[in-house]
């Protein structure tokens, strides 16, 4: 099996420890190729994306690894891009030469007072985002964070999508809603339906698991199994945030993906994207 893990926050944005360790701890772990993804800076204060002034350092740090590494580690440069409705188009990243892009949805509007809402904050956070920017209903809110995810695709076109799901971050013991609601599978489906039209691969992302928020991954069983059945590609993601943790439930992800039915997942390598089995 070629481990990869193309997803990792270090601490050029909200992670822990310099790049370097992370690719320590990957060679250490006999992995295949490691990816920088770090939160791509924003027109707006968020607290954990990384800051204008701290990219261009950040670039070139990954580059001077990618040489000092050739040989030992396949490595690779990316930015965890952040769609906000009307705001962020890929354009402006196409002059940074990134190896590839995560797409993802974590802001779905701003309050009164202009503070935006990232709603993976905190439970406490989500519910008043949930109570003040969608009149506390759950069914509205889940339909717009998927038509953001779905827009992500379309519009960002980027090689990942990140965590598909994570609107449920919150909800364990279904404290907003209950995921095996018709309704929000059809939400669910609808927005799969329209990604399997585009190129873009679904991780099979770790971190909720690892910080005990879900016994589930992004995205949960149920939707994993969709996938299989609407031939989505998938590849798999530790979302690490600490040198420690760059294969975190790695493992397990595969071994439930075997169960799913999938035979392979994507990884990126000099040839580009493509398959590899898993066994
Ligand atoms: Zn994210
Ligand atoms: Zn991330």
């Not at 204008?52 to 396949?74: A, D």
């Not at 891009?81 to 701003?110: C, M, P, R, S």
């Not at 949960?220 to 040198?243: Q, V, W, Y």
């Amino acid at each position: 099996m070629k481990w990869t893990n193309y997803h990792s926050h270090t601490k050029f944005s909200d992670g822990k420890g310099e790049p370097e360790l992370y690719i320590q701890s990957a060679i250490e772990k006999g992995m295949y190729a490691y990816g920088f993804s770090c939160h791509s800076p924003l027109p707006f204060e968020s607290g954990w994306n990384m800051k204008f002034e701290n990219l261009r350092n950040y670039l070139l740090e990954i580059k001077r690894l990618k040489e000092k590494y050739l040989g030992s580690i396949k490595l690779y440069l990316s930015l965890e891009l952040d769609y906000v409705k009307d705001w962020i188009g890929l354009d402006q990243y196409k002059k940074y030469n990134l190896d590839y892009t995560i797409g993802a949805v974590h802001f779905l509007g701003f309050f009164e007072n202009g503070h935006v809402w990232d709603f993976d904050r905190s439970a406490k956070w989500f519910k008043k985002g949930l109570e003040e920017l969608f009149d506390n209903d759950i069914k509205k809110l889940v339909a717009f964070y998927f038509q953001q995810v779905t827009d992500m695709a379309e519009t960002l076109r980027p090689d990942l999508i990140a965590h598909f799901d994570l609107i449920k971050k919150y909800n364990a013991n279904q404290a907003f809603f209950d995921q095996s609601d018709d309704w929000y599978k059809e939400i669910v489906f609808e927005a799969l339906e329209k990604i399997s039209k585009t190129s873009s691969i679904l991780e099979v992302n770790t971190r909720g698991v690892l910080k005990k928020l879900d016994n589930e991954f992004y995205p949960a069983n149920f939707i994993l199994g969709r996938c299989k059945e609407l031939n989505i590609p998938l590849c798999l993601s530790a979302d690490t945030h600490n040198p420690n943790d760059v294969m975190a439930y790695l493992p397990e992800a595969r071994t439930l993906l075997q169960k799913i039915g999938y035979k392979e997942v994507y990884i990126l390598d000099e040839k580009g994207w493509g398959p590899t089995p898993i066994f």
